[in-house]
């Protein structure tokens, strides 16, 4: 059974920064893509960033470029969402996910739903002005 657990949510000024990280159970988590998506109240899951198993490849959505980095410890079974200068625009659920069928995201499926098999509970950020 795989299991992915979020953490590292929580309340921040607008500003200021967070480290979420994604807890992968199973021993093929370093043969995964993963990406982080997030889900603010009355709306729709959005695609937040996406990384290929070896890191060497990454997306971002355009309102977090610049802003959040996504990368991964293999040999710790992690993934990490680091977040600088949040906004109160970046109050959500936030999601990871893996994509146990590929090692690789590209840029036309990197942002989508499907491309992934495994998801997490969700940690909560929210920031406030």
């Known amino acids: 059974q795989v299991q992915l657990v979020e953490s590292g949510g929580g309340l921040v000024q607008a500003g200021g920064s967070l480290r979420l990280s994604c807890a992968a159970s199973?021993?093929?988590?370093?043969?995964?893509?993963m990406g982080w998506f997030r889900q603010a109240p009355g709306k729709e899951r959005e695609f937040v960033a996406a990384i290929n198993w070896s890191g060497g490849s990454t997306y971002y959505a355009d309102s977090v470029k610049g802003r959040f980095t996504i990368s991964r410890d293999n040999a710790q079974n992690t993934g990490y969402l680091q977040m600088n200068s949040l906004k109160p625009g970046d109050t959500a659920v936030y999601y990871c996910?893996?994509?146990?069928?590929?090692?690789?995201?590209?840029?036309?499926?990197?942002?989508?739903?499907?491309?992934?098999?495994?998801w997490g509970q969700g940690t909560q950020v929210t920031v406030s002005s």
């Open positions: 199973g021993r093929t988590f370093s043969s995964w893509a």
């Open positions: 996910a893996a994509s146990r069928s590929s090692r690789h995201v590209y840029s036309w499926n990197a942002g989508a739903s499907g491309t992934y098999d495994y």
